[in-house]
C-alpha cells in the first residue's frame, strides 16, 4: 500500500525558511513522478514542484528561484526547501505520487492526475 507522509510545516515569518519532508512507501520509488501541492482556503489545490523519475524538476511559476524540490539519497524521500517565504505562500502542502512521468507534451499534470497523497502539513507566513 502506497503512503506518503509529510512533515516540516510550521509558521515563520515573511523572508524566511522551511523546509518540507516527505517519506515514501509502498511502491516503486523511481518509477514514479513526485510533486508538492497546496491549498489555501477557499482556493483550489495548485501544483508546486515536480520531480520526474530520473530527477527534472519543474516549478510553477510564482515559487521559481526561491523554492527548490529534491529526493533524498535513500530514494524513498523528497524535500522542498522553500527560501524567501511570502504570505501568499501560506497553505496546506501535500506530498503526491503518479506512476511514471510528471507531464504530457507540455502540459505537467495537475492534481486530478496524482494517484496518492499524504495527509498535508500546514505553512504559514506572516
Known amino acids: 500500500q502506497v503512503q506518503l507522509v509529510e512533515s516540516g510545516g510550521g509558521s515563520v515569518q515573511a523572508g524566511g525558511s522551511l523546509t518540507l519532508s516527505c517519506a515514501a512507501s509502498g511502491y516503486t520509488y523511481s518509477d514514479y513522478c513526485m510533486a508538492w501541492f497546496r491549498q489555501a482556503p477557499g482556493k483550489e489545490r495548485e501544483g508546486v514542484a515536480w520531480?520526474?523519475?530520473?530527477?527534472?524538476?519543474f516549478y510553477f511559476d510564482s515559487v521559481k528561484g526561491r523554492f527548490t524540490v529534491s529526493k533524498g539519497k535513500t530514494k524513498n524521500s523528497m524535500f522542498l526547501q522553500m527560501n524567501t517565504l511570502k504570505p501568499e505562500d501560506t497553505a496546506m502542502y501535500y506530498c503526491?505520487?503518479?506512476?511514471?512521468?510528471?507531464?504530457?507534451?507540455?502540459?505537467?499534470?495537475?492534481?486530478?492526475?496524482?494517484?496518492?497523497w499524504g495527509q498535508g502539513t500546514q505553512v504559514t507566513v506572516s
Open positions: 503526491a505520487a503518479r506512476r511514471y512521468g510528471c507531464y504530457a507534451g507540455r502540459h505537467l499534470y495537475g492534481a486530478p492526475d496524482f494517484d496518492y
Open positions: 520531480i520526474s523519475p530520473d530527477g527534472n524538476t
